[in-house]
């Protein structure tokens, strides 16, 4: 039997989602839990990655299972799970799935959100990318309009990258503002984007330019050209890690 499980993460914590060599991991973490109840490894596809404290509102993984698990199994192996890990994960449900269906390969679209402050705020530090520039929003706006349709865009990818293509396509490219309804929270800006797929670090890079486009450094053709380029030598530098959170992946409307 295959089963999804979603789960949410602070990816301050973490060296990254996906097991590496040279620091803990999300990956490495849940999967421990999992082999800690289940008495037997638990290997675990993830829809995605993110690197090094890139947080997750909502990613999803998929794993095999000899055993026919029902409603009532699934919610006990959640709050198990939960008693195991640290607090920086949060497992929120585990559901069976069709044999067929992949985590990575059945999305139909991921969306990422990049949170910005443009002041000071200590109790977001580790959730929000500060900047002390005053930014042109609406100009930014504009720019990120232009990458909505299909595209190349490997101006926006990690070097050396060992993506099969560079083509995406993006359905939404917008900053907007956060509603006042705490304090502090009228000077965060916040960046969704969503795609049928992403790049390797092509959600930081294309902050970063856009920055660029907002501070009066590019203009929204500059942008165009960046894109037009496919060299990522000619786009921005990428923005920090810790403003960046995958909040959502999407499946087909019928069940998987």
């Not at 299909?150 to 993506?163: E, I, L, N, V």
Request: glycine content about 6%; overall charge positive.
């Amino acid at each position: 039997m295959r089963y999804f499980i979603q789960f949410s993460y602070r990816g301050s914590d973490f060296h990254g989602s996906q097991i590496q060599p040279n620091g803990v991991t999300v990956q490495e973490v849940l999967e421990g839990a999992m082999r800690t109840l289940l008495r037997h490894e638990v290997p675990l596809t993830f829809a995605g990655r993110t690197d090094a404290g890139v947080h997750a509102l909502k990613m999803v993984a998929h794993f095999d299972e000899d055993a026919a698990w029902d409603a009532e199994v699934c919610r006990t192996l959640c709050h198990r799970l939960n008693g195991l890990l640290p607090a920086s994960i949060a497992v929120r449900k585990v559901w069976p799935v069709r044999s067929d269906a992949h985590a990575r390969y059945s999305a139909t679209s991921r969306t990422y959100r990049y949170f910005l402050s443009t002041r000071k705020e200590p109790f977001l530090s580790d959730r929000t990318a500060r900047v002390t520039d005053t930014l042109d929003f609406e100009a930014m706006n504009r720019a990120a309009a232009r990458m909505i349709g299909t595209h190349d865009f490997q101006s926006f990818c990690r070097s050396h990258a060992a993506s099969k293509t560079t083509i995406c396509t993006v359905t939404k490219a917008q900053w907007s503002q956060r509603l006042a309804e705490d304090e502090g929270l009228e000077y965060t800006y916040v960046f969704t984007i969503r795609a049928d797929r992403f790049l390797r670090n092509m959600v930081r890079a294309v902050v970063g330019t856009l920055l660029d486009v907002g501070r009066g450094k590019m203009t929204e053709e500059d942008f165009q050209a960046v894109v037009d380029a496919r060299n990522r030598c000619a786009a921005g530098q990428s923005a920090p890690a810790e403003g960046l959170f995958l909040s959502d992946i999407e499946y087909p409307k019928f069940k998987i």
